[in-house]
């Protein structure tokens, strides 16, 4: 059955664009052997990651990605089983997003640092849906202008 799950972490230490860029290679590489799929978030020192896959290959990535050192306060908000992967041509998309565009593609105007977005998805996962389809969008509009 397949599995979707998202977290969120704060970076550990300052992330420039070549350790980004570094991270995404790493997990783009890993996911392939591993069949998961996502799309990673960075804005403002906070990652939020969507992985998609098997139950027990999310669960083995969730505790690897616990111990990694470029970040830390590893926080899964959300785990449900799907009928279909939504990023599943996307082996780790990437969006460029602000906190004010998460929290307007949510539907939560108040919302105006990463943490008050991620509290607010924490409490009301209903949220989560309507979130998903705009970084789809995002996705595939930053990989059209790429």
Request: aromatic share 6%.
């Amino acid at each position: 059955m397949l599995y979707r799950m998202i977290y969120s972490s704060e970076a550990s230490e300052h992330i420039g664009p070549s350790d980004l860029s570094k991270i995404l290679d790493d997990a783009r590489v890993g996911n392939e052997a591993r069949n998961v799929t996502g799309v990673l978030l960075y804005a403002d020192g906070v990652f939020c990651q969507v992985l998609e896959g098997e139950r027990e290959m999310l669960e083995s990535l969730t505790e690897s990605i616990r111990r990694d050192t470029r970040h830390k306060s590893m926080k899964v908000f959300h785990r449900s089983e799907i009928a279909q992967r939504t990023f599943d041509d996307w082996r780790m998309a990437y969006v460029d997003a602000s906190a004010a565009d998460m929290s307007r593609w949510a539907g939560l105007e108040g919302a105006v640092t990463i943490d008050q977005l991620l509290e607010q998805l924490h409490n009301d996962v209903s949220r989560i849906p309507k979130i998903l389809v705009h970084i789809v969008e995002a996705v595939a509009e930053q990989s059209g202008n790429a």
